[in-house]
């Protein structure tokens, strides 16, 4: 909402989880944008798109959903506390979902700002397979690092599911040939961001030593978030490519 008022256009995107209350929050589906399949590790995965208005900031809100992987009570973990071992394809398909939503509303964005683990394969896609998009190429992309950690690390053959045309082997070298923690997620979503962002106060400690070491532009916790995120754009966007 600060940065529209300050004159951005904005685009919000996050998962339509199984604990959000459509009806009340006022979700429809976006018939044009719907209808496309994403297939992740050879399966058809439907793509639904659906957007929610937010009236006091006057800005929408778009949902990217699909009964396989987000209609569950839980965001990433069952009502015992169980981690769902399909979290990584979860993360592959919002983040693909988010794209290939972009694309169909025509716009092009300055700065993807990504928000904690979940949104972790976006820069390796923007940077690598989406990287001659013209939706993309200029594209920015801010990695913010959450202290909400996941405890089981993702299944081996990851970097199978993750693949897609212009990624390389070298490209997921970090996340070949074994189990994917934490800590490798948010290393290798770094590795492929512009810059990176410490969103609260505590982040694991080896993450923050990663992204300070870098070289990337870095900002660390700020509880006066609002002006320094936009001077923070503002300075990513003075860096030619």
Not at 59 to 76: A, E, L, P, S, T
Request: aromatic share 12%; net charge negative.
């Amino acid at each position: 909402q600060y940065m529209q008022e300050h004159g951005c256009e904005i685009r919000t995107f996050m998962p339509c989880y199984g604990n959000i209350n459509e009806r009340r929050n006022q979700l429809h589906e976006v018939q044009r944008l719907s209808g496309m399949n994403l297939i992740i590790d050879d399966t058809d995965h439907p793509l639904i798109i659906k957007v929610a208005s937010i009236q006091s900031a006057r800005m929408q809100v778009y949902f990217i959903d699909n009964d396989d992987y987000f209609r569950r009570k839980g965001v990433v973990s069952s009502e015992s506390g169980e981690e769902y071992e399909d979290n990584d394809e979860r993360s592959i398909f919002f983040v693909r979902g988010v794209l290939e939503t972009i694309k169909k509303l025509r716009w092009t964005p300055d700065i993807i700002h990504c928000h904690g683990w979940m949104t972790s394969v976006a820069p390796i896609y923007i940077k690598k397979s989406y990287h001659d998009d013209p939706f993309f190429e200029n594209s920015k992309v801010v990695y913010s690092v959450y202290d909400n950690g996941f405890k089981n690390d993702f299944r081996a053959g990851f970097e199978t599911r993750l693949r897609l045309d212009g990624i390389g082997s070298e490209d997921v070298a970090k996340v070949t040939d074994k189990p994917v923690s934490y800590v490798d997620l948010c290393e290798f979503a770094i590795d492929y961001s512009d810059a990176v962002i410490a969103a609260t106060p505590e982040i694991d400690a080896q993450v923050s030593q990663y992204a300070e070491q870098s070289g990337k532009p870095f900002l660390p916790y700020t509880e006066d978030y609002k002006p320094a995120y936009m001077e923070f754009y503002e300075q990513l966007m003075e860096v030619k490519p």
